[in-house]
């Protein structure tokens, strides 16, 4: 699932006691496009950036990630922790692994369809990538692709895979889809983005009027 920050620089907010007296504290990058943030389990935070590389930071220290150090290429657009805390990286193109010491590529050559829209990593640790007509995932032998349109994925705590597109919202539960028509009331079936709470419920972003509405589905209802 992909959290896009298109923003002047990385900010980290401290609020005192009072809620309007804030303090920011500048942290330059090797450029303004922050694409994606994630956080570890250690609180360590991993920023991606548009033909800049990437950067952890543990509230002290920071490290640099390039094509020099392990990345395959500079265009990070999306960062995903798994549960082990391997870090996930997809470069449009290219997706990668890295444990804190080695890195695991995947490319075209090992059956990687080649192209992300989106991704995410189940609790087993095998990636789910969203590529346009596919959604395709990595058994730690062979890459398995589903045909069906997706532009976002998010999976919920019971495994199941939410997917998000021009067509609507979907669900694949391991074994088959099953769709959700949108209500009369909601003016666009265009999903673009996904994000799933501790209730299940699922969030999802859709266009409207050139701006991007919040709408809610709780399995039952809509909101």
Known sequence: MRNSIKTLSVFLCVCGQNLYAQSW????LANN?????????????????????????????????????GLPNMDVQEITIDTKDNVWFSTGVNLSKFDGK???????????????NSMTVDNQGNPWVTSGNSVSTYN???WIAYDTISND???????????GSQNGLSMFDGSKFAFYP????????????????????VWFTTPVDGHYGLDLFDGKNWH
């Open 140 to 142: 730690g032998v062979n």
């Open 153 to 163: 994925i998010a999976i919920d705590n019971k495994g199941n895979k939410w997917l």
């Open 182 to 201: 949108f209500p009369d009331s909601m003016k666009n079936q265009f999903v673009w983005r996904i994000a799933i709470d501790s209730k299940n419920q």
């Open 102 to 116: 080695n890195w695991e590529y995947y490319n075209t050559k090992s059956g990687f369809p080649g192209f992300i």
């Open 33 to 69: 496009n922050v694409n994606t943030i994630a956080i570890d389990s250690k609180g360590n935070k991993w920023f991606g950036i548009s033909d800049g590389g990437a950067a952890s930071f543990d509230g002290t220290n920071w490290v640099f990630y390039d094509t020099t150090n």
């Open 25 to 28: 504290t500048y942290y330059p």
